[in-house]
Structure formats: structure tokens, C-alpha cells
């Protein structure tokens, strides 16, 4: 699942119309939330504005995970949890996932 937010996040991120193309076929494969309530977070989570509402969205929606490639802002996190919400960067994720079906 992702947050509607998080997807125009990453559509103003990337360069190419092969890229745009690539990330509609992906969205079309999963849920996508669309309003969330702005919940506060932790005073101990220290992140931009614009990055708190990509962690608050999973919170709010009782994911397990946030995975997230922003090693600037989220680094701090990877591989903990934060309000119940594992946060990962995808290559750590999927290979705990590759762990689970050996």
C-alpha cells in the first residue's frame, strides 16, 4: 500500500517518462490511501515536515512496514520501529522476505 502523498512524492522524483510510465504500472498494483489524519508524532521522531506524512501514513493504516530508499531523513530509523511500523530500506525488506522462503 502507499499514501497518495508518497506516490506524488515519488512521481516529481523521477527524470524520465519510461520512469512515470513504470511507477503507474506499479500503483496499479497496490492499495493506495488516499486521506489519512494527521496524527502527532513522537517528539523523539525528528524529520522534515515534508517527510512526516510518509511515516504517519503507514501508522495511521497499521502497516507493518515503511520502506523507504531516503537514507537522508530515514536512515536514522532503518531497522527500527517507530509507533509499531518497521521502517526498511526495499533492498533490506525483500531480503528478509528471500530469508523466510529458503
Known amino acids: 500500500m502507499t499514501s497518495s502523498y508518497a506516490l506524488e512524492e515519488a ?3 523521477l527524470d524520465t517518462r519510461e520512469q512515470r510510465v ?4 506499479l500503483v496499479r ?3 493506495l490511501i488516499g486521506r489519512f489524519t494527521v496524527q502527532r508524532l513522537s517528539e523523539s521522531v525528528v524529520l ?4 512526516r506524512p510518509i511515516l504517519q501514513a503507514p501508522i495511521e493504516a497499521k502497516a507493518t512496514h ?3 530508499g531516503d537514507f537522508a531523513d530515514f536512515g536514522r530509523y532503518f531497522g527500527k520501529k517507530v509507533e509499531g ?3 526498511l530500506p526495499p533492498s533490506d525488506y525483500l531480503r528478509s522476505r ?3 522462503e529458503e
Open 98 to 100: 528471500e530469508d523466510l
Open 66 to 68: 515503511l520502506l523507504t
Open 11 to 13: 512521481r516529481v522524483n
Open 29 to 31: 498494483k497496490v492499495k
Open 48 to 51: 522534515p515536515a515534508k517527510d
Open 22 to 25: 513504470r511507477l503507474a504500472g
Open 85 to 87: 511500523v518497521l521502517i
